[in-house]
């Protein structure tokens, strides 16, 4: 159980377009979900706390209008890269908990490998 | 922002020993759980250690915490080649959000 599931695995986009990454919690209801961003061989950097029907919390640094999240139901939240540029390359990953509880641990999905060219 | 360091960086050990990572953070923490990755894949928990623990087992996996020292570490005992993976420790507060620390590449050789 406690599967996430995220799509697509990998996208390849121009400059200047927006690419939509998708995050499902399929068999678990998901309030919050996290947004992460990973560069090669480094750590997972949180990006934003993605919360059911209200507005998601960034992280300082993150710009909000760049990294659209939306959060529409128990079981998807999305990421919108806007206006992607060549920097905004990288693996990015979402997570959820089953459960609120402080000691639930994180489901993470597979992880999109975004290329802006 | 990140939580702390992670020690060593890289490991690279013969199948059958023991690979021992170290994991350091700077804040007060309600739990301190360990993750792996495989290569361009999502993370797969590990195990949850809280605060008030001191160790915890897990099949092959013991994992230590000295909240005085804030500190951690993960041993895997009689590593397999399918361990390779990279590591990483992460710290959760009150906030619920995940912390991570940098990583331990490790690379067990068959």
């Known amino acids: 159980g406690a599967v996430v599931s995220q799509h697509p695995s990998w996208v390849i986009c121009k400059s200047g377009t927006s690419v939509k990454i998708e995050c499902r919690s399929l068999?678990?209801?998901?309030?919050?979900m996290f947004w992460y961003r990973q560069f090669p061989k480094q750590s997972l950097m949180l990006m934003a706390t993605?919360?059911?029907?209200?507005?998601?919390?960034?992280e300082q640094g993150v710009e909000k209008d760049k990294f659209l999240i939306n959060h529409a139901s128990l079981t998807l939240s999305t990421l919108t890269v806007t206006s992607a540029h060549p920097e905004d390359s990288s693996f990015y990953i979402c997570?959820?908990?089953?459960?609120?509880?402080?000691?639930?641990?994180?489901?993470f999905g597979n992880g999109t490998r975004l290329t802006v060219t | 922002s990140q939580q702390g360091e992670e020690d060593p960086q890289a490991l690279s050990i013969q199948e059958g020993e023991n690979a021992t990572m170290n994991c350091s953070y700077k804040?007060?923490?309600?739990?301190l759980q360990w993750y792996r990755q495989n290569s361009g894949r999502g993370l797969v928990h590990l195990i949850l250690?809280?605060?008030?623990?001191r160790e915890k087992h897990s099949g092959r996996l013991r994992v230590t915490l000295d909240t005085s020292k804030k500190s951690s570490s993960l041993l895997i005992t009689a590593s397999r080649a399918a361990d390779t993976a990279s590591y990483f420790c992460?710290?959760?507060?009150?906030?619920?959000?995940?912390?991570f620390g940098q990583g331990t590449t490790l690379q067990v050789k068959p």
């Open positions: 997570s959820a908990a089953p459960s609120a509880a402080a000691d639930s641990p994180l489901h």
């Open positions: 068999d678990f209801q998901a309030t919050t």
């Open positions: 993605s919360n059911e029907g209200s507005k998601a919390t960034y």
């Open positions: 804040t007060s923490i309600n739990n």
């Open positions: 250690i809280r605060s008030n623990e």
């Open positions: 992460a710290t959760a507060g009150n906030t619920g959000k995940l912390i």
